[in-house]
Antibody, heavy 122, light 107 residues
């Protein structure tokens, strides 16, 4: 079974930084595009960023471009999201998600982690 | 950016009802559309991909249709476990965006 576990969330002050991790198991991590998707409390879903299976291509939403960096370590079956210059608007549960089919970017999100809560507040 | 608009935002229905949720894209997305179900405190669960393909393990009472800018998710006979919030999402071009969600409530 696909298993995705996020960690690294917490309370951070505006302007601060945080690094999220996503540990993957149950599939060949190095074959799949992966994404981060967030959900503000009581709100809808927002795609944040994704990364190719080899890490060579990365895409970001306009709301995080220049502040967030997505990366992965296939040797550790892990993906990361470095978040800098955080604002209160970044407060959300951050989910990692695996794309549906191996080696394909343009795919629905097949599996999701439970998420990790990031709270930006002074 | 492509905007995804769902209607209705809230839907009250009874067990056994046929339920239809609509999702409109602000420009054509071909059939690059997915539907997800989300229950409180849980991550979303993929129901439908490429507009009409049922994900493995999802009950056949769920179906999706549409292409271009207009899409629908239909639940043929609503079951107690189906009361949840449903989201559409396009993955045609970046940035990928979601609809605002449709909450299906018990009537």
């Amino acid at each position: 079974d696909v298993h995705l576990v996020e960690s690294g969330g917490g309370l951070v002050q505006p302007g601060g930084s945080l690094r999220l991790s996503c540990a993957a198991s149950g599939f060949t991590f190095s074959n799949y595009w992966m994404s981060w998707v967030r959900q503000a409390p009581g709100k809808g879903l927002e795609w944040v960023a994704n990364i190719k299976e080899d890490g060579d291509e990365k895409y970001y939403s306009d709301s995080v471009k220049g502040r967030f960096t997505i990366s992965r370590d296939n040797g550790k079956n892990s993906m990361y999201l470095q978040m800098n210059s955080l604002s209160v608007e970044d407060t959300a549960v951050y989910h990692c998600a695996r794309h549906f089919i191996a080696y394909k970017a343009r795919e629905a999100f097949h599996s999701w982690g439970q998420g990790t809560l990031v709270t930006v507040s002074s | 950016d492509i905007q995804m608009t769902q209607s209705p935002s809230t839907l009250s229905a009874s067990v056994g009802d046929r339920v239809t949720i609509t999702c409109r894209a602000s420009q054509s997305i071909s059939n690059w559309l997915a539907w997800y179900q989300q229950k409180p405190g849980k991550p979303p669960n993929l129901l439908i991909y490429k507009s009409s393909h049922l994900e493995s393990g999802v009950p056949s009472r769920f179906s999706g249709s549409g292409s271009g800018t207009e899409f629908t998710l239909t639940i043929s006979s609503l079951q107690p476990n189906d009361f949840a919030t449903y989201y559409c999402q396009h993955y045609f071009t970046y940035p990928w965006t979601f609809g605002q969600g449709t909450k299906v409530e018990i009537k």
